[in-house]
């Protein structure tokens, strides 16, 4: 095995002691001259015409600077990939929350009044909140002229309130079920969850002297958004520059405008710069959470247990829109995930994002797939259980092996699935933990999950200071994940040196080499990569140098520890000497990477999740979490564990207590004391495994990535533990209290 200098180390991100001081710039302390308050006045109701808007009394407020309408803006329609978003509510809403209208003013309070002024008449329209009553002949149609939207090719336009659609199949699947000795046939749902960020969205505009458009965004995805507003307003993409700033969190909740058109165009009407801050009321009412969901499973298994067909549906509650979505299909980068970790001959999979009058849904950790691996995962205890196999033995008989397709035919590399399930076979089989309460019920349950690796492009500069140092130059924002640390490390490693020699910098979007996002576990891949090409250009124009200077053949410099050297070992040049020799330009390598064709390498994990269940409540306790991961090379061991532990915490949210209850197309749980997150003081006692032995990896030095795989087996692992620990079992989210003693009470 490789040994490292600097990989693997578990060093400390620069940015972690200005977010514990309070010295970091989040977007919410942007001040500029004469800055303005905006607000945003939303729709009361969850479908209706708007007939007139008056906001002639809220215009005659003192203070108030600007009051904007759907005729004071672009008719165009904003989405990364499926544009169908107004920028303000155009002749009808469609959801709770809905953008009508937007005020600026000398002071928030102000602003707030003036929202109260702003009279607008309604006619309700019939409102559909159920995805499968949206999708029947005569329900009403939320978006009338989906046909002609800009979309991509997954839309649906002959199907009644349909986003967007995936298929895929393998074999034949009426043959499969038909060679099939047994038929097992489930429905799962799961609910509606918010990513639970610090920051609530922010973002600050205003424009400069040149009629520049300069902002400041809680934005996981700089240049997407300068790309989008250039592409709204008819401008060059240098007109619009978005400047770096602290981002706390995303989860890939903030991958789209949000409010920057709205605040543009109140900072153009006001000729002052304008900032829009939401509260965490609006977060809940009217941001991206993630898409509930309707799973529906049928699976055909062989005698011995060899899964033989699957058949499988998924209906995701797209609420009103489908901008927030930024993947090529605008649909569920994990959709398909319904096909299982399996070798299945036989596969039909079809996944439907459909619209209806709620707030609409976006992308969040494992977008999509947490809820199909949650289907999965249950489907194949439950499969198990009815068998009479043990639920680790079974995945273990069905578990993709090297060589295998997946449920579409594509083909894996490097596959480590049935390594993941082997290492977890001590924990799986030691006793189980001793109830804490006298009366309660211990159990303990299994899931595996499978994840393919983020993809995108990046562009990255390594610039050689005279002092010797290296400055990496790149459009990549770190939105809490520790990115540039890993990038730090990545050039050092390359380089030679220690990695303090190295600064990361971010510049605005008009001086900060291309970056396309941070999303779907891609950022090692795609970031890291960038990086290496980065370094590796900056020593061979260094190589090229020393060879200049000594006259000697390039064939016969190479580069080791940080140094240009003969290949006889008779002489060598360091960086500051490198350097020195071209005063004028010390060095610079420069690197594009093109992370958008889908790596065949993909990451697998198993959990085991150990739970006390109070019969007499219904209450759930995870007291531990053992999980066993798919690794290659891990750059930063500190960042690479605090993905995963992050990840089992977002879990157990979803498992156990996270719901955004919903009443008549309107959120109702509007702030973090009704929507309960757990913290750290949640977090049961946990083992990570790191099961390597992967050759391949899509990131620098063979990496694969940990974030959003982390998070998809927890909740089914938790589900399937309470079903050994009770004999109930839940095809719902999330595992109440409630329900677990509804469940136990019609049991008794």
Request: with cysteine; glycine share 10%; aromatic share 6%.
């Amino acid at each position: 095995m490789a040994k490292f200098r600097v990989l693997g180390r578990a060093l400390q991100r620069e940015d972690g002691r200005g977010k514990v001081t309070g010295e970091a710039y989040f977007t919410a302390d942007v001040i500029r001259p004469d800055m303005l308050w905006g607000k945003i006045l939303r729709s009361p109701l969850a479908h209706a015409r708007i007939v007139s808007i008056d906001t002639s009394r809220a215009r005659n407020l003192p203070g108030v600077k600007a009051v904007i309408t759907a005729q004071d803006v672009s008719s165009k329609l904003t989405g990364r990939t499926l544009a169908d978003l107004p920028i303000l509510a155009i002749e009808r809403v469609r959801f709770v929350g809905d953008k009508v209208a937007a005020v600026a003013a000398i002071d928030k309070d102000t602003a707030e009044e003036a929202l109260t002024l702003i009279d607008v008449e309604y006619e309700e329209l019939p409102a559909v909140f159920d995805p499968l009553e949206a999708l029947k002949p005569g329900a009403p149609l939320i978006h009338p002229d989906y046909a002609s939207y800009e979309a991509p090719e997954t839309r649906a336009p002959d199907l009644r309130n349909v986003q967007s659609m995936l298929r895929a199949k393998k074999g034949d699947i009426e043959k499969g079920f038909s060679e099939s000795d047994k038929i097992f046939e489930h429905t799962f749902q799961t609910q509606m969850v918010h990513q639970g960020y610090i920051e609530p969205y922010a973002c600050s505009v205003e424009l400069d002297a040149e009629g520049r458009i300069l902002a400041w965004a809680s934005t996981q995805s700089p240049f997407s958004a300068r790309d989008q507003m250039a592409r709204l307003l008819d401008l060059p993409k240098d007109q619009v520059i978005l400047h770096p700033i602290v981002v706390g969190g995303s989860f890939g909740g903030k991958d789209h405008l949000i409010d920057i058109p709205i605040a543009y165009y109140l900072a153009r009407a006001a000729g002052k710069p304008v900032r829009i801050v939401r509260t965490y009321g609006e977060e809940l009412l009217a941001s991206a959470p993630r898409h509930p969901a309707m799973i529906f499973l049928r699976s055909g298994v062989k005698r011995d247990g060899r899964l033989w067909a699957r058949d499988a549906r998924v209906i995701y509650n797209g609420g009103a829109y489908g901008a927030f979505k930024p993947s090529p299909p605008a649909h569920m980068s994990g959709a398909l995930t319904q096909g299982g970790a399996y070798q299945v001959p036989h596969t039909r999979l079809e996944s439907l994002c459909v619209y209806t009058n709620q707030v609409p849904g976006g992308y969040m950790r494992a977008s999509g797939e947490l809820q199909t691996v949650f289907a999965a995962e249950t489907h194949m205890d439950m499969i198990a259980a009815e068998l009479g196999i043990d639920p680790l033995e079974f995945r273990f008989l069905n578990a993709l092996s090297e060589g295998d397709g997946n449920y579409s035919g594509f083909q894996y590399r490097d596959i480590k699935c049935r390594e993941v399930l082997a290492r977890a076979r001590g924990a799986w089989t030691q006793p189980k933990l001793a109830p804490l309460k006298p009366g309660n019920s211990v159990g303990r349950g299994i899931a595996l999950s499978c994840r393919h690796v983020g993809q995108g492009e990046s562009e990255a500069e390594v610039l050689l200071g005279t002092d010797g140092n290296v400055r990496l130059v790149v459009g990549i924002i770190d939105q809490g994940a520790g990115v540039h640390v890993m990038q730090t490390q990545v050039v050092a490693e390359i380089l030679g040196i220690k990695p303090e020699r190295v600064t990361v910098e971010v510049p605005d979007t008009n001086h900060a080499p291309f970056h396309d996002g941070i999303k779907g576990q891609g950022a090692t891949h795609v970031t890291g990569q960038a990086a290496l090409r980065a370094t590796q250009a900056l020593i061979e124009s260094m190589k090229a140098r020393a060879a200049i200077h000594w006259e000697a053949d390039p064939a016969g410099i190479e580069w080791r520890d940080g140094r240009v050297w003969l290949r006889d070992g008779k002489k060598s040049l360091d960086l500051k000497q490198l350097a020195s020799l071209a005063p004028g330009e010390p060095g610079r390598g420069f690197a594009y990477y093109d992370g958008r064709i889908r790596p065949r390498e993909h990451i697998f994990q198993s959990v085991i999740a150990d739970v006390e269940v109070d019969k007499e409540s219904g209450q759930v306790q995870v007291r531990r979490l053992s999980t066993f991961h798919d690794v290659s090379v891990v750059i930063n061991s500190l960042t690479h564990q605090g993905q995963i532990e992050g990840g089992m915490l977002q879990g157990l949210g979803m498992a156990v207590c996270e719901e955004m209850l919903v009443e008549d197309g309107c959120v109702t749980t509007l702030s973090l004391g009704d929507y309960k997150i757990p913290t750290v003081r949640d977090l049961p006692a946990r083992k990570t495994t790191l099961v390597s032995g992967a050759t391949e990896g899509p990131g620098p030095f063979n990496a694969k990535p940990a974030a959003e795989h982390a998070i998809t087996p927890i909740p089914p692992a938790i589900g399937n533990a309470v079903f050994n620990a009770t004999g109930v079992r839940l095809t719902s989210l999330p595992i109440s209290c409630g329900k677990v003693y509804q469940k136990l009470q019609r049991k008794q």
